[in-house]
C-alpha cells in the first residue's frame, strides 16, 4: 500500500470523510483524453476535424452531453436516456442527440469506433451548458492524461471560462493542457492578431493552442501521437497531480475537523446566531426556492411537452391532407381515418409520458443537490466564511445522514382508482397521471385513445369529400391536442405539488438538524484533545509528504 493510500484511510477514519483512491495506471492502457467546452462549440466537429468518420454527429447542439469514445473491433453507439441504454446506429445518435437537446435531458453516450489511431487513446467528451458548474473536476484532473479545452474565437474567453481555466485547469494541470479554438475560420486575418495577443496575455507561452479549422493539417493529432510516445511521462505526472489533490482536500478536512473539536463557546454563539437570524427569513427563502425550481424543473418540463404535441398535431394533419388529396377511395378513408387518428395520437401519448417521466426522474436524482447546494447559497450569503464552513462541518459531525424529507420524499406514485379513470375518460376527469411507473399509466392511456376515437368518429365523419374528409380530421386532431394539453397541465400541476412540499420540507430539516448539532455541540462537554492530537499528527505527516 503507498503512503498516500495509507494517509487518507487514516485520515478518512478520523474525520469521517470518503476519499477516491486513486488508481494505478499501467504504461500500456490507452492515453486519457479529456476534451471539454460549450455544447454550441460542436466538440463532435472537433473530432471530425482531428480523426475523420465523425461526419454524421457535426453538428452542434445546445444542451449539455457526455459521451466516451473508444476503439473497437465493431462499431456501435450506445446512448442513455434516463435509465434506459439504447443502442443505434451513428445516424439515428445524432437524431437522438437532437430530440434530447428538445427535452433538455442530459446526454450520456459511448462511441466505438474501428480507428486505428484510437488504439491509444480513450477519448472524454464533456459538453456543458451551466458555464462549467456541472464538471466534476477533480475526477477531470485525476483522471485525464491530458485535456484539450475548446474556446470560439468568435467569442473568446467568456467569464465562465476564465472561471474554469483559471480556478479548475490552469493551477493543476497546466503542464498537460491544450487550447483549441474553433470556429476560425470566420475570423479575419487582420483581427488575428489581437486574438492571439488576448491568448498569450491570459495563458503565456507554456500553454498550446490550436485551430479548427485547423491551418496546420493535422496539428492536434500530432500532437496527440506525441501524447501516446511520452505515455510514461504523462502518468507520472498524473499520478503526482492526483496525489497533491487528494492530500490537499485531506488536510483541509483534518484543519475543520480540528476546528470543530477545539471550538469554544464564543465561536459555537456565533454560529447559534447566525442560524437564528437565517430562521427569521427562512419562509421567504423557500417561497422563492419552490418559485426557482419551478423555472428549472416543471415550467421547462410543460413547455418541452407542448411543443412536442404541437409538433406531432402540424405533422399528423399534413400527413393527412396529403393522403387525403392522393387517395383515391374516399369512403375507405371515412372509415379508416377515426381509427388511425386515434391510434397515433395514443402512440404519441405514450411518448409524452415516456418523456415526462424520464425528466421527472432526473429532477428526482437532482433534487437533493439542488436543495443542498441552494441552501449552502442561503446560508454562506452576508456571513463570514468561516463560520459558515464550521456550521457545516459541525453537522456533519454529529449527522452522517443526508439531509431528506422523510415523510414526502418525492416519489411517482400515487394510487388510482382504475374504475374512476374507466367512467370518466383520463382527460375528462381531470385526474394528474402521476404514477408513472404504475402498471395501470398503460391501462390510462388506453382508455384516454378509445374514448376520443369512439366519441368523435361518431359525429365527425359523416361527409364523404375530401375536403369534409380533411375538415373533420382536423377537427377530431384539435379536439384530442386541447384535451392532451389539459391532461399535461394535470400530470405536471401534481407533480409540481409534490415537489413544492418537498422542498419545503427539505429546507425546514436541513435547518433544524444545523440548529440540532450546535445545540449538541453546546451541551456536549467530552475531552476531545487525545482527537485534536492525533489529528494534529497526520496533518503534518501529510504536508511532510507534499513537500
Not at 57 to 85: N, P, Q, T, W
Not at 333 to 340: C, D, E, G, H, N
Not at 466 to 475: C, K, N, P, T, V
Request: proline letters at 2%; hydrophobic letters at 40%.
Amino acid at each position: 500500500m503507498s503512503k498516500v493510500i495509507d494517509l487518507l484511510g487514516r485520515v478518512s477514519k478520523l474525520t469521517g470523510t470518503d476519499f477516491p483512491m486513486p488508481t494505478e495506471s499501467g504504461d500500456s492502457l490507452p492515453v486519457n483524453i479529456t476534451l471539454i467546452g460549450q455544447p454550441q462549440q460542436n466538440l463532435f466537429g472537433v473530432l471530425n476535424n482531428i480523426f475523420g468518420g465523425f461526419e454524421h454527429l457535426d453538428r452542434a447542439l445546445m444542451r449539455g452531453y457526455r459521451c466516451k469514445v473508444l476503439f473497437g473491433e465493431s462499431e456501435k453507439a450506445v446512448i442513455m436516456h434516463g435509465d434506459e441504454y439504447d443502442e443505434t446506429t451513428y445516424e439515428s445518435l445524432a437524431d437522438s442527440l437532437c430530440r434530447l437537446d428538445r427535452t433538455g435531458i442530459p446526454a450520456i453516450c459511448e462511441l466505438t469506433f474501428h480507428l486505428e489511431v484510437l488504439k491509444s487513446f480513450q477519448i472524454q467528451i464533456i459538453a456543458s451548458d451551466n458555464d462549467f458548474e456541472d464538471v466534476d473536476w477533480e475526477k477531470v484532473l485525476m483522471d485525464s492524461d491530458y485535456c484539450f479545452f475548446t474556446l470560439s474565437s468568435t467569442a473568446l474567453l467568456a467569464m465562465s471560462e476564465r472561471k474554469a481555466l483559471r480556478n479548475c485547469l490552469l493551477p493543476d494541470i497546466k503542464d498537460a493542457l491544450g487550447i483549441v479554438l474553433t470556429n476560425d475560420h470566420l475570423i479575419l486575418d487582420d483581427d488575428r492578431a489581437d486574438i492571439d495577443a488576448s491568448l498569450e496575455k491570459f495563458f503565456g507561452d507554456s500553454v498550446p493552442y490550436f485551430r479548427i479549422p485547423e491551418r496546420k493539417e493535422g496539428a492536434i493529432l500530432r500532437k496527440m501521437e506525441e501524447l501516446a510516445d511520452e505515455v510514461e511521462n504523462l502518468r507520472e505526472l498524473r499520478k503526482k497531480r492526483t496525489d497533491k489533490l487528494l492530500l490537499s482536500k485531506a488536510v483541509h478536512e483534518v484543519e475543520l475537523q480540528m476546528e470543530v473539536l477545539s471550538s469554544n463557546s464564543e465561536r459555537l454563539d456565533e454560529a447559534i446566531e447566525l442560524l437564528k437570524e437565517k430562521a427569521k427569513s427562512l419562509p421567504a427563502r423557500k417561497e422563492s426556492a419552490c418559485r426557482r425550481a419551478r423555472m428549472q424543473y416543471t415550467s421547462k418540463m410543460k413547455v418541452d411537452a407542448t411543443e412536442r404535441l404541437s409538433r406531432f398535431h402540424r405533422s399528423l394533419m399534413e400527413k393527412i391532407r396529403d393522403e387525403v388529396t392522393k387517395g383515391e377511395d374516399v369512403a375507405e378513408m371515412q372509415s379508416i381515418l377515426p381509427p388511425y387518428i386515434g391510434e397515433q395520437w395514443d402512440k404519441e401519448s405514450e411518448k409524452v409520458l415516456k418523456d415526462i417521466r424520464v425528466s421527472a426522474e432526473e429532477m428526482q436524482r437532482d433534487l437533493n443537490n439542488y436543495v443542498e447546494k441552494d441552501i449552502r447559497s442561503y446560508i454562506e450569503s452576508g456571513a463570514d466564511m468561516q463560520t459558515v464552513d464550521y456550521v457545516f462541518r459541525l453537522t456533519d459531525l454529529y449527522s452522517r445522514s443526508e439531509f431528506r424529507a422523510d415523510a414526502n420524499t418525492f416519489k411517482f406514485e400515487e394510487k388510482k382508482d382504475d374504475t374512476k379513470l374507466k367512467q370518466c375518460g383520463v382527460i375528462a376527469s381531470g385526474i394528474a397521471l402521476v404514477l408513472l411507473s404504475h402498471p395501470i399509466i398503460g391501462a390510462a392511456v388506453t382508455v384516454y385513445g378509445s374514448y376520443k376515437v369512439k366519441q368523435t368518429g361518431r359525429k365527425a365523419f359523416i361527409e364523404t369529400n375530401r375536403q369534409s374528409l380533411i375538415a373533420a380530421s382536423e377537427d377530431m386532431c384539435g379536439e384530442i391536442y386541447d384535451d392532451m394539453i389539459v391532461w399535461i397541465d394535470g400530470v405536471i400541476a401534481s407533480i409540481e405539488k409534490k415537489l413544492m412540499l418537498c422542498i419545503e420540507e427539505c429546507y425546514q430539516k436541513m435547518m433544524d438538524t444545523m440548529v440540532q448539532a450546535l445545540n449538541n455541540r453546546k451541551s456536549d462537554q467530552s475531552d476531545y484533545a487525545g482527537q485534536n492530537n492525533a489529528l494534529a499528527d497526520i496533518r503534518e505527516e501529510i504536508k511532510n509528504v507534499m513537500e
